[in-house]
T-cell receptor
Framework: ETGVTQSPTHLIKTRGQQVTLRCSSQ?????VSWYQQALGQGPQFIFQ???????GRGNFPPRFSGLQFPNYSSELNVNALELDDSALYLC????????????FGPGTRLLVL | AQTVTQSQPEMSVQEAETVTLSCTYD???????LFWYKQPPSRQMILVIR??????QNATENRFSVNFQKAAKSFSLKISDSQLGDAAMYFC??????????????FGKGTKLTVNP
């Protein structure tokens, strides 16, 4: 069974640029959730994708967008990067319904200069 | 709004001893799920233990157990026979069952656990 993978592991961007982060879900899982974890904080929910549709969104502006593909992998796109976007971005996959435990990837560390 | 509070920013324990990490949450829901995740310096969030609110029996996973007090909205984690590898950030998280909506996790701010040899 393959776990959740994310790429890249680290990324440095400058303010105003755009970034795409990628996530491959664990085999058998059909739901992907994205979280932002600022330094010293708990993860904050960005949004979730199920069956290639956004299925719930946290308190993040529209410049945070995503996609889910037929193989259940997912992308997180952030436009017009701001300094406060510097954080660890975590992807989690799960099967919808029931206790639906979310299994996390290793994260992408984004630094915006 | 659902919130999760971890009142202990840092805790320390001697190797082989027992430590308890606290977590309280606020919700008006009667059915929900609670989790403890561990995040070592490698950054990957690892599930430690989970509890369904409708189950009165406290969950146990090897050296890890919880004390779930539904009326008090408390969900503490007990680590027995602490090992050096238990050193990490521990996050308490809450989720309501999916009803066609998202299954988002709400996390606390975490407790940093240090294990002293």
């Amino acid at each position: 069974e393959t776990g959740v993978t994310q790429s890249p592991t680290h990324l440095i961007k400058t303010r105003g640029q755009q970034v795409t982060l990628r996530c491959s879900s664990q085999s058998g899982h059909n739901t992907v959730s994205w979280y932002q974890q600022a330094l010293g904080q708990g993860p904050q929910f960005i949004f979730q994708y199920y069956r290639e549709e956004e299925n719930g969104r946290g308190n993040f502006p529209p410049r945070f967008s995503g996609l889910q593909f037929p193989n259940y992998s997912s992308e997180l796109n952030v436009n017009a990067l701001e300094l406060d976007d510097s954080a660890l971005y975590l992807c989690a996959s799960s099967s919808v319904g029931g206790i639906g435990v979310q299994y996390f990837g290793p994260g992408t560390r984004l630094l915006v200069l | 709004a659902q919130t999760v509070t971890q009142s202990q920013p840092e805790m320390s324990v001697q190797e082989a001893e027992t430590v308890t990490l606290s977590c309280t949450y606020d919700t008006s829901e009667s059915d929900y799920y609670l989790f403890w995740y561990k995040q070592p310096p490698s950054r990957q969030m690892i599930l430690v233990i989970r509890q369904e609110a409708y189950k009165q029996q406290n969950a146990t996973e090897n050296r890890f157990s919880v004390n779930f007090q539904k009326a008090a909205k408390s969900f503490s984690l007990k680590i027995s026979d602490s090992q050096l590898g238990d050193a990490a950030m521990y996050f308490c998280a809450y989720r309501i069952p999916s009803q066609g909506g998202s299954e988002k996790l709400v996390f606390g701010k975490g407790t940093k656990l240090t294990v002293n040899p």
